[in-house]
């Protein structure tokens, strides 16, 4: 994962379209991987889609439903180039340290 310094990591998932706002992940549970507020982007139908899960399911496939979205909806052909932002989920990890370790109490 190293050289992805703006925060976007490609995913080894194949998404395939499920409607205008969802795609599937077939056969494998990625509900902990694709969480809510989690950024995506990839390409579809020659656009570059960006959008925010609002919500993972799993069954036999994973479904990932994403925020509306007024700019850009996916089209129903392939989607290429998968990724995810992780930077969002590391500054979530720090929120969380930031309210276990006080830093008033570390920092002289």
């Known amino acids: 994962m190293e050289g992805y310094c703006d925060g976007w990591f490609p995913s080894n998932d194949v998404w395939v379209y499920a409607s205008a706002s969802s ?5 494998v549970d990625r509900t902990s991987l694709y969480t809510q507020g989690t950024r995506i ?13 609002i ?7 994973t479904t990932v439903n994403l925020a509306p979205n007024d700019d850009y909806t996916l089209d129903n052909s392939t989607i290429s180039l998968p990724f995810i932002l992780m930077r969002c989920v590391l500054l979530g990890i720090l929120d969380y340290l930031a309210i276990l370790l006080p830093w008033e109490r570390i920092v002289p």
């Not at 919500?55 to 496939?61: A, F, N």
């Open 23 to 27: 795609f599937t992940i077939a056969g």
């Open 55 to 61: 919500s993972p399911s799993y069954s036999t496939d």
């Open 41 to 53: 982007k990839c390409t579809n139908n020659s656009t570059t889609f960006y959008g925010t899960v």
